[in-house]
């Protein structure tokens, strides 16, 4: 079955180590985003990529880095200078970008820092 | 002023109602989402639209685009159809390289049998 894997679903961490949260997609699609979402917030875009080694960065990309080395996956380094990590993070893909073509999400990763 | 506002925030609903969540916009769109969150959090994508009107199953999506607005219709509501449920609008072009994908805060439904 065609889809995206975010791993793992929980993840716990302490003040000022970095975490990197993983995001494999298996649609061939080029456009890849990972998105933030905190209680009462809809979601905001952290970081987007369109193409292998390609990335751009999002509203909110202070205290995040990604990588695309592969079009199948797209990790989120989620860094100590992060003044607010704990959150809810999605990843996202699509064939064509920006909402242009429909968007397929995972299954998110919940972050805790401590 | 958010450039995406869906209303209601929250709705109670009873089985069987029947169940409108509004969505206005304030910016030019290439295309609409509507999207349902389920509380374990993932995320389904329901409607992609740019004109009319599009149904699936018990649930209808239309959008007026002269008066940047949107809905989203569950027909026959049940239980299984409570979620949050996200309306999102493209300000990209088909094939382009620029734009954004703009979330409405949810609206969180609750169906009770």
């Given amino acids: ?114 | 002023k958010n450039e995406v506002e869906q209303s209601p925030q929250n709705l109670t609903a009873q089985e069987g109602e029947f169940i409108t969540i509004n969505c206005s916009y304030s910016v030019g769109i290439s295309a609409l989402h509507w999207l349902q969150q389920h509380p374990g959090g993932g995320i389904v994508s329901l409607f992609m639209l740019s004109s009319g009107k599009k149904k699936h199953g018990r649930l209808i999506a239309t959008i007026n685009i002269q008066e940047k607005h949107s809905s989203l219709h569950i027909t026959a509501s049940h239980p299984r159809d409570s979620a949050v449920y996200i309306c999102a609008v493209s300000t990209g072009n088909y094939g382009g390289s620029q734009g954004n994908l703009i979330f409405g805060k949810g609206t969180k439904l609750s169906v009770k049998p």
């Fill in chain 1, 1 to 114: 079955d065609g889809g995206i894997t975010q791993s793992p679903k929980y993840l716990f961490r302490k003040e000022g180590q970095n975490v990197t949260l993983s995001c494999e997609q298996n649609l061939n699609h080029d456009a890849m985003y990972w998105y933030r979402q905190d209680p009462g917030q809809g979601l905001r875009l952290i970081y987007y990529s369109q193409i292998v080694n390609d990335f751009q960065k999002g509203d909110i990309a202070e205290g995040y880095s990604v990588s695309r080395e592969k079009k199948e996956s797209f990790p989120l380094t989620v860094t100590s200078a992060q003044k607010n990590p704990t959150a809810f993070y999605l990843c996202a893909s699509s064939i064509r970008p920006w909402g242009a073509g429909e968007q397929y999400f995972g299954p998110g990763t919940r972050l805790t820092v401590t």
